[in-house]
């Protein structure tokens, strides 16, 4: 038996990587770790990080900067660096932090048991490899304890388009999918748990192609089709995808697939052809809303939420309105932009940069636009009823608060609600960042 030791992770970036932490610290449950909530406790503190945006990468040396003291008053504590700036910058942070002992790629978590150990003996140990075997298949051995009403699964990671601003495709690799089998046995094993909403998790989701049980490739609409069959699974939501990858299936599924939930997130990045060709999206302006309305006929009240970028290297002023229309054009529900980010190896970064103060000016713009848009959506389900699984007790007494189909944060008065529960609610009023209701 290994003597018992608590492990703190602190998870940055995309649902990839909550979903990843979740399945590193089981791996590390045979080494005699449980998780713990605060770094103060741990013997080992892992960072799950993310390269994205300069920002974002730069985060992992500040919290590195600051667990110093940590290790100094306990010089046995681990601290490992995992994710997408372990994979993209590899030994450079061993060499720029010397109190980080263990790296490891997004590709290696199965190999972190063995890893942990080599650190412990006082190695320091680096793995950014893209191993041949499975890592899930190794990191399958969950333990039964119940969970909360929701949950992410991975079904595809890795990415073929290479969009010329974009790390992913180094950081996370090749498009792989994973067998129909796999992911239908998790699933079951997250419902007999407890989760009744299941969130399909890929860098490039809708370009799922995993094995059937068949013997042949399945799209991600006949995997959806196939876990809603799941006895207690309730809900079924999917991200990320791209516009290219949305086949007839898929978006038939959105109309006639009951578990499927009406929301959809499909970045498009920029409304300017002359950008999108330079971004290498293969798609335009006018594909995109085409096929947002086929979307849209196949299920006229799904609320689409996207991505932007601003400023991209030689974006002029022309190029952004055109990004403006197009979300006149769409009109959002939800949606995430940010400043382009120079990053190292990608083709964009060797382009004429747009100026930080356009940038900041045309960020602020198109929040604005977003912000109008997204309150007006949401102010439209004030008289509606909508299914709302709730998650958790609100902040005022009595309160639960849960998610409804569209994604709506819902507040409702009620002491006859456990979390789990899915219910009619009616819709009364709409808050800054909130819809409230009333059970049916
Ligand atoms: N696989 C997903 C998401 C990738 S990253 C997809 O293809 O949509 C999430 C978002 O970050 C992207 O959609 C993009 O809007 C943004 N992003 C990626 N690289 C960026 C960069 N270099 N600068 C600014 N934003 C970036
Ligand atoms: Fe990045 Fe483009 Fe791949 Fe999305 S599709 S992960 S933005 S390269
Ligand atoms: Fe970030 Fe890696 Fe996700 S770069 S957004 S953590 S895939």
Same mark, same amino acid.
């Given at each position: 038996m290994?003597?018992p030791?608590?492990?703190f992770?602190?998870?940055?970036?995309c649902?990839?990587?909550v979903?990843?932490?979740?399945r590193?610290a089981e791996? +590390?449950?045979p *080494?005699?770790?449980?998780e713990? *909530?605060?770094?103060?406790?741990?013997?080992?503190? +892992? %960072?799950?990080?993310?390269?994205i945006?300069?920002k974002?990468?730069?985060?992992?040396?500040?919290?590195l900067?600051? +667990?110093?003291g940590?290790?100094?008053?306990k010089?046995?504590?681990?601290?490992?660096?995992?994710?997408?700036?372990?994979q993209?910058e590899g030994?450079e942070?061993?060499?720029?932090?010397?109190l980080?002992? +263990?790296v490891?790629?997004?590709?290696?978590?199965?190999?972190?048991p063995?890893?942990? /150990?080599r650190?412990?003996s006082g190695?320091?140990?680096l793995?950014?490899?893209?191993?041949?075997?499975?890592k899930?298949?190794?990191?399958?051995?969950?333990?039964?304890?119940?969970r909360?009403?929701?949950?992410?699964?991975?079904?595809?990671?890795g990415?073929?388009?290479?969009?010329?601003?974009?790390?992913?495709p180094?950081?996370?690799g090749?498009? &792989?999918?994973?067998p &129909?089998d796999?992911?239908? /046995?998790?699933?079951?094993?997250l419902?007999?748990?407890?989760?009744?909403?299941?969130?399909?998790?890929?860098?490039? &989701?809708?370009?799922?192609?995993?094995?059937g049980p068949?013997?042949?490739?399945?799209?991600?609409?006949?995997?959806?089709?196939?876990?809603a069959?799941?006895?207690?699974?309730?809900?079924?939501?999917?991200t990320?995808?791209h516009? =290219?990858d949305m086949? #007839?299936?898929?978006?038939?599924?959105h109309? #006639?697939?009951?578990?499927?939930?009406?929301?959809l997130?499909?970045p498009?990045q *920029?409304? *300017?052809?002359?950008?999108?060709?330079?971004? =290498?999206r293969?798609h335009?302006?006018?594909?995109?809303?085409?096929?947002?309305?086929?979307i849209?006929?196949?299920r006229?009240?799904?609320?689409?939420?996207?991505?932007?970028?601003?400023?991209?290297?030689?974006e002029?002023d022309?190029?952004?309105r055109?990004?403006m229309?197009?979300?006149?054009?769409?009109?959002?529900?939800?949606?995430f932009?940010?400043?382009y980010?120079?990053?190292?190896?990608?083709p964009?970064?060797e382009?004429?940069?747009?100026?930080?103060?356009?940038?900041?000016?045309?960020?602020a713009?198109? $929040?604005?636009?977003?912000?109008? $848009?997204q309150?007006a959506? $949401?102010? /439209?389900?004030?008289?509606?009823?909508?299914?709302?699984?709730?998650?958790?007790?609100?902040?005022?007494?009595?309160?639960?608060?849960?998610? !409804?189909?569209?994604l709506? /944060?819902?507040?409702?008065e009620?002491?006859d609600i456990a979390?789990?529960? %899915?219910?009619?609610v009616?819709?009364?009023?709409?808050?800054?960042?909130?819809? !409230?209701?009333?059970?049916?």
């Amino acid at each position: 038996m290994t003597a018992p030791k608590k492990l703190f992770i602190k998870t940055y970036g995309c649902q990839m990587n909550v979903y990843d932490s979740e399945r590193m610290a089981e791996a +590390l449950g045979p *080494s005699g770790y449980t998780e713990v *909530s605060s770094p103060e406790e741990a013997d080992m503190i +892992l %960072l799950n990080t993310c390269h994205i945006r300069e920002k974002a990468a730069e985060k992992v040396y500040s919290e590195l900067g600051r +667990l110093k003291g940590l290790k100094a008053a306990k010089p046995d504590l681990k601290i490992g660096v995992a994710g997408c700036v372990a994979q993209a910058e590899g030994e450079e942070i061993m060499t720029r932090q010397p109190l980080v002992d +263990l790296v490891v790629g997004p590709q290696s978590y199965h190999r972190l048991p063995a890893m942990e /150990a080599r650190a412990r003996s006082g190695e320091k140990v680096l793995d950014t490899d893209f191993p041949e075997e499975d890592k899930f298949e190794a990191l399958k051995s969950r333990p039964k304890a119940r969970r909360g009403p929701t949950a992410f699964l991975t079904v595809q990671e890795g990415c073929d388009k290479f969009c010329a601003f974009c790390v992913v495709p180094y950081t996370r690799g090749a498009e &792989v999918s994973r067998p &129909v089998d796999r992911i239908r /046995a998790e699933a079951r094993d997250l419902v007999e748990r407890g989760v009744r909403e299941i969130t399909l998790l890929g860098q490039n &989701v809708n370009a799922y192609h995993g094995e059937g049980p068949d013997g042949r490739d399945w799209t991600l609409a006949r995997l959806i089709r196939e876990l809603a069959e799941i006895d207690g699974l309730a809900r079924l939501r999917f991200t990320t995808s791209h516009p =290219n990858d949305m086949d #007839d299936d898929l978006i038939a599924a959105h109309g #006639d697939c009951a578990k499927l939930m009406p929301y959809l997130h499909l970045p498009v990045q *920029s409304g *300017s052809d002359r950008i999108l060709k330079r971004m =290498n999206r293969s798609h335009d302006r006018d594909s995109y809303l085409r096929l947002i309305d086929r979307i849209r006929t196949a299920r006229p009240d799904i609320l689409m939420s996207g991505d932007f970028i601003v400023g991209f290297p030689e974006e002029t002023d022309q190029d952004f309105r055109d990004t403006m229309r197009l979300i006149e054009e769409v009109q959002y529900g939800q949606a995430f932009s940010f400043k382009y980010s120079t990053r190292p190896g990608t083709p964009a970064a060797e382009r004429p940069q747009v100026a930080e103060d356009v940038k900041t000016a045309r960020l602020a713009e198109l $929040q604005g636009l977003i912000t109008t $848009q997204q309150r007006a959506l $949401q102010d /439209a389900m004030v008289g509606q009823t909508v299914g709302v699984l709730f998650e958790k007790p609100g902040r005022q007494p009595g309160q639960m608060v849960g998610k !409804s189909d569209h994604l709506h /944060a819902v507040h409702v008065e009620a002491t006859d609600i456990a979390p789990g529960d %899915l219910r009619q609610v009616r819709i009364i009023a709409s808050g800054s960042n909130s819809l !409230s209701g009333t059970l049916i």
